[in-house]
């Protein structure tokens, strides 16, 4: 079965910060991989997917990822956080089937 | 904004009751998902629709028993329910196509005493 790991629990970092949260899933083959992001109080939204083509994906908010096939990774960035960016962020990986599986989650606090 | 609701918000219930989530989509989607979100632990799958069919059916326990009655309706029907169970239950729906992302609702999150 797929496991994702996201190896960063809980992050802290000062506005202006450099941000890359890392994300390896466990099982290869075809996968659709995706990050999502759930601010304090709201539902999962989705920033950014790869389904296929270029492996650097540009998402909402000035967030990138980059699929590494080779490292089974599909690690997240952004060259400058905000406050606004406090967050949960879920990496999740699709093989063959409907269900995503999710990794358990960083908690990015961004300090003023 | 979402276009899926969750309905209740919170629940608490005894180990005896009988209750049910509901979840409603109001994007035009055909596949519908429950998911467990408990502490500590990743978002796992419980179930899956697509066209109102169950198509994929995660290992959950009998005492978890899903309905859809067509493509924007989704309950999950609960009864004699464990302390365990308690989490959230999160709602997805999208296209009948895995080449589409999933859409989260906000979430019930279940006390079970």
């Known amino acids: 079965a797929q496991s994702v790991s996201q190896h960063n629990h809980h992050v802290i970092l000062s506005e202006a910060a450099s941000l890359e949260l890392g994300c390896n899933y466990s099982y290869g083959g075809t996968v659709n991989l995706f990050w999502y992001v759930q601010y304090p109080g709201q539902h999962l939204q989705l920033l950014l997917k790869?389904?296929?083509?270029?492996?650097l994906v540009k998402g909402i908010k000035g967030f990138e990822a980059e699929f590494i096939k080779s490292k089974f990774s599909f690690n997240l960035r952004k060259p400058s956080v905000q406050w606004s960016d406090t967050a949960e962020y879920f990496c999740?990986?699709?093989?063959?089937?409907?269900?995503?599986?999710f990794g358990k989650g960083t908690s990015l606090l961004v300090t003023p | 904004e979402t276009g899926v609701t969750q309905t209740p918000r919170h629940l608490v219930m005894g180990m005896t009751n009988k209750k049910s989530l509901k979840c409603e989509q109001h994007?035009?989607?055909?596949?519908m998902y429950w998911y467990k979100q408990s502490a500590k632990k990743p978002l796992e799958l419980m179930f899956v629709y697509s066209l109102e069919e169950r198509v994929e059916n995660n290992s959950v326990p009998s005492r978890f028993s899903p309905e859809c009655p067509n493509s924007s309706h989704l309950f999950l029907h609960l009864h004699t329910l464990q302390p365990e169970d308690s989490a959230l239950y999160l709602c997805?729906?999208?296209?009948?196509?895995?080449?589409?992302?999933?859409?989260f609702g906000p979430g019930t999150r279940l006390t079970v005493t």
């Open positions: 999740a990986v699709q093989n063959s089937g409907y269900a995503l599986n």
């Open positions: 790869y389904f296929s083509g270029d492996p």
């Open positions: 997805a729906s999208s296209q009948d196509d895995r080449r589409y992302e999933q859409y």
């Open positions: 994007l035009g989607h055909n596949a």
